[in-house]
């Protein structure tokens, strides 16, 4: 069976969002150009927006304040082991919740310490639907590789309700 790949650009607060989606689910999504999502793939793009309106429609809506879940499958065929592991726990951290990064690796079953927590969160190849978002250092926000970097992140975890709005979200 040929896998195939359909593309997606969202519009978001947080800058343009690209989306890949397979016939078996999401597989990749993040900031930048779709021709660089595409490159990590490899996979023959066809156009086809049914096959993506989902993901795009819960995207609108999570950034609307409207979705809490996504119920979008995703295609996890880009991870496997204790990545795998890793980032399935991840998916199931809820919206306005956080762990740290020693908190995932606990729910994940792996043996993966922290700092490993934090590589694999720097490579999800689903952000925001598998919330790396979600995941902070026990001495606050850690990193965000996605965006505009941390400030992304404190964006996120601010509309979800994890984090008061400043005076400069006002």
């Not at 969202?10 to 990749?28: D, H, I, K, N, Y």
């Not at 993901?55 to 999570?62: D, P, Q, R, S």
């Not at 204790?82 to 079953?109: C, D, F, I, N, W």
């Amino acid at each position: 069976m040929t896998t195939t790949v359909a593309f997606a650009e969202v519009p978001t607060p947080v800058g343009p969002f690209v989306l890949g989606v397979t016939e078996t689910g999401l597989v990749a999504s993040g900031w930048g150009s779709r021709a660089r999502l595409a490159g990590r793939l490899d996979l023959a793009e066809v156009h086809d927006a049914d096959r993506t309106a989902c993901v795009v429609a819960e995207l609108n809506a999570y950034f609307a304040g409207e979705l809490k879940t996504f119920e979008t499958p995703i295609d996890w065929r880009l991870m496997s082991g204790s990545r795998l592991r890793v980032l399935q726990a991840l998916h199931r951290v809820p919206y306005g919740k956080t762990v740290t990064y020693g908190e995932l690796a606990r729910l994940s079953g792996s043996s993966v310490p922290a700092r490993g927590i934090g590589s694999i969160m720097g490579s999800n190849p689903i952000p925001i639907v598998v919330p790396c978002h979600r995941v902070i250092a026990g001495s606050g926000l850690g990193g965000f590789s996605g965006g505009e970097g941390v400030e992304t992140k404190r964006w996120l975890l601010t509309h979800e309700g994890y984090l008061q709005p400043t005076l400069l979200d006002l």
